[in-house]
C-alpha cells in the first residue's frame, strides 16, 4: 500500500509541526485548522480505518485518549472535542487512522 501523508511526515519527507510523540503516536498541526486550536493524534501503525482497528489495538486506541489528556494539561485546555472520520462516507480524506483533536471554543 502506498504510504500516507502522515506516514511521510513521521519519517521526515515532508515537514509537519509537532506538538508531541512518543512510540506509539505523534501529534501534528492540521494543515487545514477548522478550529483555533486543531491538532491530529495519528498512530504510527497505518491502520486505514476505524473499521480495521482490531482487539490487539485497543491499548493503542486507549493511548490516544491518555494522549488527549496529555495535551489539554499541556495546553492549559479545560475541554475539547475528539474527532475520528471513518471511511469516504464518514468524511475521510487520509486513510491512517487519526483523531481530530479540537479546542479553543469560546466558553
Ligand atoms: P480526514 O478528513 O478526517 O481524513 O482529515 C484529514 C485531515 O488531514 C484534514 O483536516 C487535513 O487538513 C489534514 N491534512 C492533510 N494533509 C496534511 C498535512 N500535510 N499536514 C497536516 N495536516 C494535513
Known amino acids: 500500500m502506498e504510504k500516507s501523508v502522515f506516514t511521510r511526515i513521521m519519517e521526515g519527507e515532508i515537514p509537519g509541526r509537532f506538538e508531541y510523540e ?3 503516536v505523534i501529534v501534528i498541526h492540521d494543515i487545514a485548522p477548522k478550529a483555533p486550536i486543531h491538532l491530529l493524534i495519528i498512530p504510527r501503525k497505518p491502520i486505514p480505518t476505524l473499521m480495521d482497528v482490531t482487539e490487539e489495538d485497543l491499548p493503542l486506541i486507549g493511548h490516544i485518549h491518555v494522549v488527549a489528556q496529555k495535551l489539554a494539561q499541556k495546553l492549559g485546555l479545560k475541554g475539547f472535542r475528539l474527532v475520528n ?6 468524511g475521510q480524506e487520509v486513510f491512517h487512522i487519526h483523531y ?5 471554543f469560546q466558553e
Not at 100 to 104: E, Q, S, T
Request: hydrophobic share 20%.
Open 100 to 104: 481530530h483533536f479540537l479546542a479553543g
Open 85 to 90: 472520520n471513518c471511511g469516504k462516507e464518514g
Open 22 to 24: 512518543d512510540e506509539q
